[in-house]
């Protein structure tokens, strides 16, 4: 079973950065595009960043493009999120997984964003 941890949330004023990490349990982590996803209370969980295995090819949300920045350091099985220029709209649990059928979740990280 491949574990996922995510960290570096927090409680943040709007127009702040964060930078989430995820590390991965499993060896060959290079071998998976990753994403990040965000799920608000009562809303369903949607893709917020993808980035290939070899870290070459990135996808952002709309809503976050020129905010945030998907990258990764395979050799140390890690997934970031770097957030700038936070919003409210913003709040959420962040969470990593790869595409397709995914591993399983990890608790996720809060976010949130507020004066």
């Known amino acids: 079973q491949v574990q996922l941890v995510e960290s570096g949330g927090g409680l943040v004023q709007p127009g702040a950065s964060l930078t989430l990490s995820c590390v991965a349990s499993i060896t060959t982590f290079d071998y998976y595009g990753m994403s990040w996803f965000h799920q608000a209370p009562g809303k369903q969980r949607d893709i917020v960043a993808y980035?290939?295995?070899?870290?070459?090819?990135?996808h952002y949300a709309e809503s976050v493009k020129g905010r945030f920045t998907i990258y990764r350091d395979n050799a140390k099985r890690t997934l970031y999120l770097q957030m700038n220029r936070l919003n409210p709209e913003d709040t959420s649990v962040y969470y990593c997984?790869?595409?397709?059928?995914?591993?399983?979740w990890g608790q996720g990280t809060q976010v949130t964003v507020s004066a």
């Open positions: 997984n790869k595409g397709g059928s995914p591993w399983n």
């Open positions: 980035l290939s295995g070899t870290g070459g090819n990135a």
